[in-house]
């Protein structure tokens, strides 16, 4: 009688289709520990299924791309002999379950991509997307997830000792069941001193090392694979426990065994552990892969092939050695206390081979379970959209009420400062960052290449609910403005994808348009995608998240200068606007404005359309700053994003020391767009008036318009004019204590 | 002069003092593996920074078996300087080689900023070069930073000259808002009765580099530096 009964293969997120298909491949019944390796490395985390073929329209080649997507990470040439390995991964499912754990084990994950490669971690980031705090229903669960996530992903990096040195954090109502925990990491190596994930040398020697095998985590691949419903709370024990300690350790010792030359190929155990790891490994070179379970290091008695094929304990590397020098390699993980056990060998025949005490558990091809993976064109119609494209409009507004609304906007979550988040992160560790959290772009110098390494997180649900091909395209776009404040151009790109269940044709609508819209964008911005990671059943109990691809660039500089920060330095300075007031905002306007955070938090509605974006305008735009900035032109440098052109000018008053800023344009737009519209290509200059002329000149020479639009004061006041008259005046003192305390007040509500 | 930068599991701020003492302060500097018995004849010896053990336990509570600690105490005890920085000021007092405990801050949550310390005594090896009169703006960045001691060991401490450092306000009061971690008596540094150790929670390294914008911190390696020339 047949153990594998139609419920199993339920059970294991197996179609009947896709089992028939494991019955025709192998012409006999799979075991149950087979069953389990394929239904992991066939999940939609680990194949990419419904993704792959959409993905493939992504530009991926680029001068400086030495390395591109399907290896752990991404590698981007710096110079002087160095690259840069770096990437952006979810870790959504789990740290909607467990959120502290869950956040751990992103961050543990995503490290581990980057030093497997040989690349010693020197800077992390995180995308962080909650339910509302202070919601009636959810927000005690929202609360309670924040602190996990944040506590969490402190708690790694701090430990492991990288800083992390920014990121986003954004709250909407549909994040509340499926919070998005993105963790992006980035490492440099010498250029040749790069390793990859595979098997090569028949006879080799196949090598475990790190933390003992437990049964954490089993199946935590499949569970990110399936919508959330009410027996969620029963899946607690699939989400991995993370030990940052136990990483440093490894980090240190990997990289002081691959110093030996002994090591040919590693790869970490990440998500399908012992299984993603072998299979891959000989996939990668067509080589086999043949272990036995029993010398496997096991945290635990009582373990099957089953629980150790499919365990995803944290802080494990699978290596191939040269025959002959593995104890080299023990030796040095022998210094740092870790386990070493070599576990099986390299052979030519192309199979996966378990046994457990010489008993054959698992006979598989790689490639099956790999390259032959399912790969679906699923059908899709028009990208899903629960907000109507008509609605109020732009508001007709006083002074008074703009005064009013800048208040309410400066202390909305996603605006006010997010300082109780990042200052429970090391950022400053290794001694590297010159432009940590709070600003546009992070900044981190390479002394060892003596380069400067800037990198931005974004993403913009709301825009990509209403139009995902435009929305994805604003979320690059901002990416490459942030790059271009410090003066840096994008080299490469990673992407996260976080999207709901792609089965519904709608939802699948809004992931294909989203790739189409980072594609286009990446290839007008030359920003390669180097890799990345596609998160999708994001919905719990049928309700899907807004469509949110969010973006990481990295951009390099060709010295180490700390860059002019996005705050005002003195008073008396000229302000200058490049782009314009409104730049490329048409008859849509009153559809355009229902994206906004205006809208959000004081309409309380959203409808309509993202803003408009130009790419040849905005890469105009972007020229012209980071010539500004090139020259050394520019004391102060911010984007216009969230919140418009009247946040941007806020924020930039609360430096370490207040300045003020006298604000007097000359426009026949409403005012609240004129204040609160999100325009894209717009970039606040703070300069010295006798730098005026050349800023314009250089404006001119990129075709970017350049509008002055008022001057920075000693004192510690904003006020702006429209068209010569007075329309508000604030103390920036109490804009900054609203902007600073209201993340603090919203955790405690 | 030769630094020694002990290195144990879980260091992550080693690197960083290693970087200070070479190329800030333009010393000879070595790590030294927490195995090692040797000492390799240093001058001094920095504690750096980190998770050793990773806090397992409590911070430090591990690390003081570790072997280099017995040549340390050794060191320390024929009169060698010693400096330990966040994590190395965790294991000096868990070695008993400085008096008190550091327990978690009190917000319960790990802490990473810019503070503001006031020079509280120069005459010690770690602070002869600090001018008295002017604040530090040095980072913290710890969970485990909250100095707790009796009051008849702070009454001590305070009447032997021990307080190295405080948490003060922008007018060096030290008041309970330039707290950044609750802190008996806004304590950041202390001296053993010796005046030859010497543990901080905030971290010097961090801003010895000009290019990083400040070097409020090389005011205390250079202390060093000058006290080890004038002993020779």
């Known amino acids: 009688m047949s153990s594998i009964t139609p419920q199993v293969v339920k059970e294991h997120g197996l179609t009947t289709e896709e089992y028939d298909r494991v019955l025709d491949r192998l012409g006999r019944e799979p075991t149950m520990t087979e069953l389990g390796v394929i239904s992991v490395m066939w999940s939609e985390h680990c194949s990419y299924k419904s993704s792959r073929l959409h993905l493939k329209g992504l530009p991926t080649k680029g001068e400086k791309i030495l390395v591109g997507p399907g290896e752990n990470a991404g590698i981007i040439d710096i110079g002087g002999g160095w690259a840069a390995a770096f990437k952006i991964e979810s870790h959504n499912h789990p740290s909607f379950i467990e959120p502290f754990q869950g956040a751990t084990t992103g961050v543990g994950g995503i490290l581990r991509d980057i030093f497997t490669m040989g690349a010693r971690p020197i800077a992390a980031m995180d995308s962080l997307r909650f339910g509302l705090l202070d919601d009636p229903e959810t927000g005690v669960r929202n609360r309670h997830t924040v602190e996990g996530v944040v506590g969490g992903v402190g708690n790694y990096g701090n430990c492991f000792g990288v800083p992390t040195i920014g990121g986003e954090c954004v709250f909407e109502p549909g994040y509340s069941g499926n919070p998005l925990v993105n963790a992006y990491a980035l490492g440099i190596f010498k250029s040749d001193e790069i390793f990859f994930g595979q098997a090569t040398g028949v006879g080799n020697p196949v090598i475990y090392v790190g933390a003992k095998t437990g049964k954490d985590g089993i199946k935590g691949a499949s569970m990110a694979s399936e919508e959330f419903s009410e027996d969620s709370e029963a899946k607690r024990p699939n989400v991995q426990v993370g030990d940052p300690f136990l990483e440093k350790l490894l980090l240190e010792a990997c990289l002081e065994a691959m110093k030996t030359g002994a090591i040919l190929g590693i790869q970490d155990m990440g998500a399908a552990g012992l299984t993603c790891s072998t299979c891959e490994m000989g996939g990668r070179t067509g080589a086999g892969v043949e272990i036995d379970l029993s010398l496997v290091p096991q945290r635990e008695a009582d373990m099957t092939p089953y629980d150790i094929m499919l365990s995803e304990s944290q802080e494990r590397m699978l290596l191939v050695a040269e025959r002959g020098r593995e104890d080299e390699v023990f030796r040095v993980f022998n210094k740092w206390g870790l386990d070493a056990a070599e576990v099986g060998t390299v052979t030519d025949d192309g199979l996966l081979r378990v046994k457990n005490h010489g008993e054959v558990v698992v006979e598989l091809e790689n490639s099956f379970l790999t390259d032959d993976a399912p790969l679906y064109d699923r059908p899709y119609t028009t990208p899903y959209r629960p907000h109507p494209l008509d609605g109020p409009g732009v508001p007709e507004i006083d002074g008074e009420a703009a005064k009013a609304a800048l208040e309410q906007l400066l202390a909305a979550p996603d605006i006010c400062s997010k300082r109780w988040i990042y200052e429970q992160y090391d950022y400053q560790v290794r001694t590297n960052t010159t432009v940590g959290p709070g600003h546009d772009a992070a900044v981190v110098r390479v002394k060892e290449a003596g380069v400067s390494l800037v990198m931005s997180l974004d993403g913009n649900g709301r825009y990509c609910v209403l139009d995902p091909k435009e929305g994805a395209k604003l979320a690059v776009a901002e990416c490459c403005r942030n790059l271009a404040t410090v003066g840096a151009e994008a080299v490469g790109a990673t992407n996260c994808l976080n999207f709901g269940n792609p089965e519904k044709p709608e939802i699948m609508a809004q992931l294909v348009a989203a790739i189409k819209g980072i594609g286009e964008a990446c290839i007008a911005f030359n920003a390669p995608i180097t890799g990345g990671n596609v998160s999708l059943y994001n919905e719990t109990l049928g309700t899907g998240i807004y469509p949110t691809p969010v973006m990481g660039m990295v951009g390099v500089l060709p010295h180490m200068n700390r860059p002019a920060g996005t705050t005002y330095q003195s008073g008396g300075k000229t302000l200058v606007l490049i782009g314009g007031l409104l730049p490329g905002e048409d008859d849509q306007l009153d559809r355009r404005f229902g994206s906004t955070q205006y809208s959000k938090e004081i309409t309380k509605e959203v409808w309509g359309l993202p803003p408009a974006l130009d790419m040849e305008f905005e890469k105009a735009v972007q020229a012209t700053v980071r010539k500004i900035v090139e020259a050394d032109l520019a004391e102060s440098v911010h984007d216009v994003s969230d919140g418009g052109l009247a946040i941007s000018i806020a924020e930039s008053c609360f430096g370490e020391t207040r300045f003020g800023a006298e604000i007097s344009v000359d426009s026949d737009a409403p005012l609240a767009a004129l204040l609160f519209h999100e325009s894209p290509s717009r970039i606040v200059v703070s300069i010295d008036t006798s730098n005026l002329s050349n800023v314009e000149r250089l404006a001119q020479e990129h075709g970017a318009p350049a509008v002055v639009i008022g001057r920075t004061t000693d004192d510690p006041k904003l006020s702006f004019r429209v068209n010569g008259t007075l329309l508000f005046e604030s103390s920036v003192g109490s804009l900054y204590e609203g902007w600073d305390t209201a993340l603090v007040g919203m955790l405690k509500s | ?232």
């Open chain 2, 1 to 232: 002069m030769k630094f020694g930068v002990v290195i144990f599991p879980g260091s992550n701020c080693d690197h960083d003092a290693l970087y200070a003492v070479e190329r800030n302060l333009g010393e000879e500097a070595v790590g030294i593996w927490h195995q090692s018995k040797d000492l390799q004849g240093c001058d001094a010896i920095v504690l750096p920074g980190g998770f050793s053990y990773g806090d397992h336990l409590r911070a430090g509570a591990i690390s003081r078996f570790s072997p280099v600690m017995g040549a340390v105490r050794r060191f320390a005890d024929s009169g060698g300087l010693v400096m330990g920085i966040c994590n190395g000021f965790q294991v000096l007092v868990e070695s008993h080689l400085l008096p008190g405990a550091l327990i978690h801050n009190r917000s319960l949550k790990f802490s990473c900023k810019t503070v503001r310390l006031k020079v509280e005594t120069a005459s010690s090896p770690f602070t002869a070069a600090c001018d008295p009169n002017r604040l530090l703006a040095i980072p913290i960045a710890h969970g485990e930073g909250c100095y707790f001691a009796d009051d008849a060991t702070l009454d001590q401490l305070e009447s032997e000259d021990g307080v190295a450092f405080r948490y003060v306000d922008e007018n060096g009061d030290a008041t309970q808002e330039a707290n950044p971690n609750g802190s008996s008596r806004n304590i950041a540094g202390v001296l053993n009765e010796g005046r030859n150790v010497m543990g901080m929670m905030p971290h010097p390294e961090r801003v010895a580099d000009p290019a990083m914008g400040s070097e409020d911190g090389l005011a205390i390696f250079r202390s060093l530096a000058v006290s080890l020339a004038t002993a020779r």
